[in-house]
């Protein structure tokens, strides 16, 4: 429904919270999809592919496993409570009080 | 001062420290006893978290476990931190809009219904007492070592702790003192760590110690791949467990975390739903200190140990370690039964090589080696690093209350979950309606007290089976609640058929996979690969639980009637911060 001065509060806000959900959604699967390719991807399946190549003293493979992949855990977290926190501005859900 | 008395002191200090606090955060509503009142600052509530959620098991054996296990141990390193992402993205933000005060009563609200609510208290129960047996065993380990007490007496001492500031101050008492707990285990942890490091590579911070070099123009990985294997060991940075299981226990032990009640009702405490998003990542951060440095400090151990045995080329007659010139601290450890030798070709050196490699066991027959004769427990890792590290008695001292805080802070929030479990979402919600907050605050506190007097009594005599089912706490978690705490949020079309359906499915398929393997019910074969689903040992089948779960719950309630309107506006509301 375009938005015109006749439609209804609940209509709009209704809209609204599935636009919300909509880029919730798409921040989570980004964020897990990272979460995935660090841990299962590099750290076990591709584990003996990333060996081939060495960071310092370790094999790249193995450091994600032991490592690396916990670092961006933690990365991961905070840029996905820093980017929910834009996107419930942008849409006008946010508990500034 | 002997080491004794400076233990007694410091594990006296920190004592005090808890019960003051205790004192200072006394539970006055029901709301300060399960949810600390919701005033817990997001960053106090991630070390919180961390204390809550970092066991005896981290503190003491992780490191052990990896130094063992090489790349295998990865899967521990991954899987339980790795939920901190699932529970920060998925559940936490929206279980703190959602505002009540337990896990079970999310479920029972979400798919209005009393049965859900009742095996979700179930699960909860099964997955908490499994969990804090062990807490407390390790509690009475850690006294009896360090302390030279039985083993009862330490127990009824941490009894005695914990039932002071968890009957008294609930969630309130236990967040502040898990707070505290936090700093003295992190503390005890890396400062060992960093002296180890120093000494092995000359780099004091373990993370990159653990990459560096080892003298010689090796790295320290190299270095220990190529003891390791002299010896017949695996190579330490490529494991022997199967990719698939490696995937399948690592994504259970991830999964599990996230639904472990303990945890996630910490995130009922934060006062707003970015508070909750944002203290999961100092959890997570927090953990992460000690998950990062505990593999470092496997290595580096091993490394140690392995070098201080063969101390020669493998093959030469004075490679090995004369039994007479043993090293202080392994005298010490051997009388505490953690380290054991037995000379078994009686030629007064130590032998420690992998006999089970048969390639590797023709050759030391050939040197004249008739089986290791070294047995090592894995605690000794991180319990004797500071000795190994010539460290001074202070911090041996802190490595014991270290220990003892990171078992008491555990079995606290377990406690916790599971008194709040029966007085809220048992007597208040079904037995009896009609009592009012101040008896409900009287009957939190009387199953708190009954429950620590229980815990206690499993952790001295722990059921045989302990050992074999900490799989059970997690792979239970991973398949019973995990998949409708999400489906509840994420599906607005999920009823209550789906929800019982799916948390049934997913309990009695993992605990029967479990149990048919590690009780012996086994007429098939035993617990090895060849008999396993797909190759899934039974830590691991909790993730194929979920997925049968997930499976079960949408297709019931694809087949049954949508949930009613209000359940639907639930969702809404719970989906949006504001």
Redesign the interface.
């Known amino acids: 429904m375009r938005k015109r001065s006749n439609v209804t509060a609940p209509d709009e806000r209704a809209q609204q919270?599935r636009g919300?959900?909509r880029d919730?959604l798409r921040l989570?699967g980004c964020?897990?999809a990272v979460?995935f390719a660090v841990?299962?991807g590099c750290?076990?399946?591709l584990?003996?592919v990333l060996?081939q190549v060495r960071?310092?003293?370790?094999?790249l493979g193995?450091?994600f496993?032991?490592?690396g992949?916990?670092?961006v855990?933690?990365a991961?977290?905070?840029f996905?409570?820093w980017r929910?926190?834009k996107i419930?501005r942008k849409h006008g859900?946010?508990?500034e009080d | 001062m002997s080491l004794a008395t400076l233990t007694y002191i410091v594990v006296g200090a920190t004592f005090a420290l808890y019960i003051g606090i205790a004192f200072w955060s006394k539970a006055r509503t029901t709301g300060d006893f399960y949810v600390a009142g919701k005033h817990v600052h997001p960053v106090a509530n991630g070390m919180a978290t961390a204390a809550d959620w970092m066991s005896a098991a981290s503190f003491i054996s992780m490191a052990g476990l990896?130094a063992f296990l090489g790349?295998d141990?990865?899967v521990y390193?991954?899987g339980w931190?790795?939920g901190?992402?699932?529970l920060?993205?998925?559940l936490a933000?929206y279980l703190r809009k959602f505002g009540k005060f337990t896990i079970p009563e999310f479920i029972g609200d979400r798919y209005y219904s009393q049965t859900a609510r009742v095996v979700a208290v179930a699960c909860l129960i099964i997955i908490s007492f499994t969990y804090v047996a062990g807490q407390m065993r390790g509690v009475g380990i850690v006294f009896s070592r360090f302390l030279g007490v039985d083993v009862a007496t330490g127990l009824l001492v941490g009894m005695g702790v914990v039932f002071f500031y968890a009957v008294l101050g609930g969630m309130k008492g236990i967040t502040y003192t898990q707070v505290a707990q936090y700093c003295v285990l992190i503390f005890a942890y890396t400062v060992p760590a960093v002296f180890i490091s120093l000494q092995v590579t000359g780099v004091a911070v373990p993370?990159l110690a653990?990459?560096?070099?080892a003298g010689g123009g090796e790295?320290?990985?190299?270095k220990l791949d190529r003891v390791v294997t002299d010896l017949g060991f695996a190579e330490y940075?490529?494991g022997s467990k199967s990719?698939v299981d490696?995937?399948f226990i690592?994504?259970a032990l991830?999964i599990g975390t996230a639904g472990l009640p303990h945890v996630l009702v910490r995130f009922f405490t934060v006062p707003?739903?970015?508070d909750a998003?944002?203290s999961?990542?100092y959890a997570?951060?927090f953990i992460?200190i000690l998950?990062?440095t505990a593999?470092a400090v496997g290595a580096l151990a091993r490394l140690n140990l392995t070098t201080t045995i063969q101390s020669g080329p493998v093959g030469a007659v004075d490679g090995n370690l004369a039994y007479a010139e043993r090293p202080q601290w392994f005298r010490t450890w051997e009388d505490t039964g953690l380290l054991a030798v037995e000379d078994l070709n009686g030629d007064g050196r130590i032998q420690y090589y992998n006999d089970a490699d048969a390639a590797f066991a023709e050759r030391a027959e050939s040197m004249g080696w008739q089986g290791n004769e070294l047995t090592v427990d894995q605690d000794i890792i991180v319990l004797a690093n500071p000795e190994i590290a010539g460290l001074p008695d202070w911090v041996v001292a802190l490595v014991a209350a270290g220990g003892i805080a990171a078992a008491l802070s555990t079995a606290a929030g377990l406690l916790l979950v599971i008194s709040a479990a029966v007085s809220h979402d048992i007597v208040k919600s079904w037995v009896a309606r009609g009592i009012s907050e101040r008896q409900e605050l009287t009957i939190g506190r009387i199953s708190a007290a009954v429950a620590v007097l229980l815990a206690g009594y499993l952790g001295y005599n722990p059921p045989g089976f302990v050992a074999q089912v900490v799989a059970f706490a997690f792979g239970i978690a991973a398949a019973s609640l995990f998949p409708v705490i999400l489906l509840g949020i994420f599906a607005a079309r999920m009823n209550r058929e789906g929800a019982i359906a799916g948390m049934l499915t997913g309990l009695v398929f993992t605990v029967g996979y479990i149990a048919y393997f590690k009780f012996h019910m086994q007429p098939l074969g035993g617990n090895v690969k060849e008999n396993w689903l797909f190759g899934i040992s039974p830590e691991g089948i909790g993730a194929v639980g979920a997925m049968l779960n997930f499976a079960v719950a949408i297709a019931v309630s694809a087949a049954t009637k949508p949930p009613p309107a209000e359940t639907r506006a639930l969702v809404?509301r719970i989906?949006?911060?504001?």
């Open positions: 919270r919300y959900w919730n989570a964020c897990l979460w841990s299962f750290g076990i399946l584990v003996d060996n960071i310092g003293g370790f094999e193995f450091w496993a032991q490592q992949s916990i670092y855990f933690v991961l977290i905070f996905y409570a929910m926190g419930d859900v946010d508990e | 990896i790349y141990g990865s390193l991954m931190t790795g901190y992402v699932l920060a993205l998925l933000p993370q653990f990459g560096s070099g790295s320290l990985l190299a940075t490529s990719p490696v995937f690592t994504l991830m707003r739903v970015r998003r944002t999961a990542g997570l951060l992460a998950y990062t593999p809404e989906r949006t911060p504001r």
